[in-house]
């Protein structure tokens, strides 16, 4: 069964650093490409970052400006969501996805595969 199970998110101030992970069971991370998606309070979704490991690339969403680094840890079948300097507007819920077309915000998200979300609040 196919599972992505997000952790480490939390409360944090602005300025301050958070490291999402997400385990993946059930398949191999390696072979697919997967993303970070967020979804603040009242809005929609939105891509935050997104690795390919076929083209070699990493793409990230322009809101976030270099504060975050997306990587792998392909032994460990996990991802990770480096976010430094955060800000208010960053507070959300923040999942993630896999699936051949998730690095593509205008794909059916239906055609993913989700993790549950971690949740992500930066407050003074």
């Known amino acids: 069964q196919l599972q992505l199970v997000e952790s480490g998110g939390g409360l944090v101030q602005p300025g301050g650093s958070l490291r999402l992970s997400c385990l993946a069971s059930g398949f191999d991370l390696n072979r697919v490409p997967i993303a970070w998606y967020r979804q603040a309070p009242g809005k929609g979704r939105e891509g935050v970052a997104c690795?390919?490991?076929?083209?070699?690339?990493?793409s990230y969403g322009a809101f976030v400006e270099g504060r975050f680094k997306m990587s792998r840890e392909k032994f460990m079948n996990k991802v990770f969501l480096q976010m430094n300097n955060l800000r208010s507007e960053d507070t959300g819920v923040y999942y993630c996805a896999v699936g051949p077309k998730v690095c593509y915000e205008d794909a059916d998200a239906s055609d993913h595969t989700w993790g549950q979300g971690t949740q992500v609040t930066v407050s003074s």
């Open positions: 690795l390919n490991e076929a083209e070699r690339s990493t």
